[in-house]
Structures are given as structure tokens and as C-alpha cells.
């Protein structure tokens, strides 16, 4: 999973231009071209958005946005299929510089496969653990 | 209208701590009533952050990171793609989240622009370039689903 982090413009709802919107899309035609790319979404700014948190007690709390700590937030997302971690890195470093000024965070992290739960799965919850993911 | 819905991190997910039998029944059993009710359009959950890496450009040149990444409850464990009609209704669905006992646990909710939210920026051409891609993408995910 490739995450584009947020900062001060995406947080403040600035929409990209049109020249970052055809850079994203040649960008994004490149990937799918060497069949990397299986999703990707943008996010609006964090003050649409809202959290749940759980106590530990089965209480929920929700807290309306906007978070603080801009650059710790998610901004968009894409999920690609690659061979190693090198790999990605080497496709996120041709990430497009007209985003973020030249300036953009890229998170890179492994998605969980569905040979990582190991004893976890069982014959009972594998149709709708398993089955489900990479939707 | 679609939401992503991400479960923030905590110091078991980034120690690399998998889920019990019962913790991956009962979120299975959420999933399966997410599927259901036709609001689930993806999920996946995350390694730790110690396999991965960020790339930060400074002035447009990259530099390379290697995880992990402190601040742990900033970083995300795992999401789902969720279509609902409200933010209200994707809440809902995000209370119901199995929460193993003791546990703290923070999701967030954000709302996933759609191709009308960029106005004229985005030309009749790159609409028709991103659904083409799309449509691409999908594929490929069937390929990968079929290849598990």
C-alpha cells in the first residue's frame, strides 16, 4: 500500500490543478501498463472525516474532524502489486514532482497476505476472512 | 458517497502481533455482514511498519526511509473501503468494529473524492483516461484474487 501523506494544501482542501492531474494519470497509466497497479483513491481533507475511538470497554467515542498533525494523516492511497519492497520504492521515486511542490511524503507498507495469519486460519473463518480480502 | 475507514496503529500491530483465531473469526464475521449489506468494496490489513519505507522529496529529489516509524497511533494498520449514503451511516458501521477487550483502539473515517469533486480541472480527456484505468485495475484484481 502507497500512501500519499497529507499536508498543509490537501488538509486545507486545495483541489489539484489540471497539469498535477495528468501527471498523476500518466504516472498511474505507467503502473497499470506493467500490471502494478490494482487501486488507488484520493481522500478529501481530514475535516469531512470523523473517529471512533474504543475505550477497551465497549465504549465509542466519535470526534469529528479536522486532526491536527497534518503530515501524519493520509492524504490517497494506492495498493500495488510488486515482487519485493525495492520494487515499489523504485516506482514511488518517479512519484510526480508537480505533486506537492516536488515536496510530497510517500509511505510505503506491505499488505498483509493471506498466508500471514498462519494458525489464525481455520477451515470455519477462512471463507470470510480470507476469501474476502484483496477486493 | 465512499469512505476510507482505517484502523490506526497501537504498539501490539507495530510489534508485529497477528491476530488470534477468534480475533480474525470475529472481524471476519464483520466483513461477511459489511458484504452483505453491499457496502464493502475493499479491506486489507498491514504489515508492521518495520517492512516499509517512506520516500520524502525534497525540491523534487527522493529520499528513502526505512521503517518503522514512531508514532504509532498516527500510522494505519489496516482499512476498508466502505459505500454508504452518509457519513453518518459509515460511523454506524465503524461502532460495530470487533474491539478486543482492554484494547484501545482509533478509526478514522474519510470521505474518498469522486471524479466530480475536481470540477473542470479534471477535462472531459482525463475522465475518460481515469475510467479506462480503472477498468484496468479491476482486472488486474480479479487476476490476483484468482491467482490466491
Same mark, same amino acid.
Given at each position: 500500500?502507497v500512501?500519499?501523506?497529507?499536508?498543509?494544501?490537501?488538509?486545507?482542501?486545495?483541489l489539484?490543478?489540471?497539469?498535477?492531474?495528468?501527471a498523476?494519470?500518466?504516472?498511474?497509466?505507467?503502473?497499470v501498463? *506493467?500490471?502494478?497497479?490494482?487501486?488507488?483513491?484520493?481522500?478529501?481533507a481530514?475535516?469531512?472525516?470523523?473517529?471512533?475511538?474504543?475505550?477497551?470497554?465497549g465504549?465509542?467515542?466519535?470526534?469529528?474532524?479536522?486532526?491536527?498533525? *497534518?503530515?501524519?494523516?493520509v492524504?490517497?492511497?494506492?495498493?500495488?502489486? *510488486?515482487?519485493?519492497?525495492?520494487e515499489?520504492?523504485?516506482?514511488v521515486?518517479?512519484?510526480?514532482?508537480?505533486?506537492?511542490?516536488?515536496? *510530497?511524503r510517500?509511505?510505503?507498507?506491505?499488505?498483509?497476505?493471506?498466508?500471514?495469519?498462519?494458525?489464525?486460519?481455520?477451515?470455519?473463518?477462512r471463507?470470510?476472512?480470507?476469501?474476502?480480502?484483496?477486493? | 458517497?465512499?469512505f476510507?475507514?482505517?484502523?490506526?496503529?497501537d504498539?501490539?500491530?507495530?510489534?508485529?502481533?497477528?491476530?488470534?483465531?477468534?480475533e480474525?473469526?470475529?472481524?471476519?464475521?464483520?466483513?461477511?455482514?459489511?458484504?452483505?449489506?453491499g457496502v464493502?468494496?475493499?479491506?486489507?490489513?498491514?504489515?508492521?511498519?518495520?517492512k516499509?519505507?517512506?520516500?520524502?522529496?525534497?525540491?523534487?529529489v527522493?529520499?528513502?526511509?526505512?521503517?518503522?516509524?514512531?508514532?504509532?497511533?498516527?500510522?494505519?494498520?489496516?482499512?476498508?473501503?466502505l459505500?454508504?449514503k452518509?457519513?453518518?451511516?459509515?460511523?454506524?458501521w465503524v461502532?460495530?468494529v470487533?474491539?478486543?477487550?482492554?484494547?484501545?483502539?482509533?478509526?478514522?473515517?474519510?470521505?474518498?473524492?469522486?471524479?466530480?469533486?475536481f470540477?473542470?480541472?479534471?477535462?472531459?480527456?482525463?475522465?475518460?483516461?481515469?475510467q479506462?484505468?480503472?477498468e484496468?485495475?479491476?482486472?488486474?484484481?480479479l487476476?490476483?484474487?484468482d491467482?490466491?
Amino acid at each position: 500500500m502507497v500512501i500519499r501523506m497529507a499536508d498543509e494544501e490537501t488538509e486545507a482542501g486545495v483541489l489539484p490543478s489540471t497539469e498535477l492531474i495528468e501527471a498523476m494519470t500518466r504516472y498511474n497509466e505507467q503502473l497499470v501498463k *506493467a500490471g502494478v497497479m490494482l487501486s488507488g483513491e484520493g481522500l478529501m481533507a481530514s475535516d469531512r472525516g470523523a473517529r471512533v475511538r474504543f475505550d477497551g470497554t465497549g465504549r465509542t467515542t466519535v470526534l469529528d474532524g479536522p486532526f491536527t498533525e *497534518a503530515k501524519e494523516l493520509v492524504a490517497g492511497f494506492s495498493v500495488l502489486r *510488486a515482487d519485493s519492497l525495492e520494487e515499489v520504492i523504485e516506482w514511488v521515486k518517479k512519484w510526480p514532482v508537480e505533486d506537492g511542490h516536488g515536496n *510530497a511524503r510517500i509511505e510505503i507498507r506491505q499488505v498483509v497476505g493471506p498466508d500471514d495469519f498462519g494458525d489464525a486460519v481455520t477451515d470455519e473463518n477462512r471463507t470470510y476472512t480470507v476469501d474476502l480480502s484483496g477486493r | 458517497m465512499r469512505f476510507m475507514v482505517m484502523i490506526k496503529a497501537d504498539e501490539r500491530t507495530e510489534a508485529g502481533v497477528l491476530p488470534t483465531e477468534e480475533e480474525l473469526t470475529a472481524m471476519g464475521r464483520y466483513n461477511e455482514e459489511l458484504v452483505k449489506a453491499g457496502v464493502l468494496l475493499a479491506g486489507e490489513g498491514l504489515h508492521s511498519s518495520a517492512k516499509g519505507a517512506r520516500v520524502v522529496f525534497s525540491d523534487g529529489v527522493p529520499s528513502v526511509i526505512d521503517g518503522p516509524f514512531a508514532e504509532a497511533k498516527e500510522l494505519v494498520a489496516g482499512f476498508w473501503l466502505l459505500d454508504v449514503k452518509s457519513k453518518e451511516e459509515a460511523i454506524e458501521w465503524v461502532k460495530r468494529v470487533p474491539c478486543t477487550e482492554g484494547v484501545e483502539v482509533t478509526i478514522e473515517i474519510r470521505q474518498v473524492h469522486e471524479v466530480d469533486d475536481f470540477g473542470e480541472a479534471f477535462t472531459p480527456e482525463l475522465r475518460a483516461k481515469d475510467q479506462e484505468l480503472r477498468e484496468k485495475e479491476e482486472q488486474l484484481r480479479l487476476a490476483v484474487r484468482d491467482d490466491r
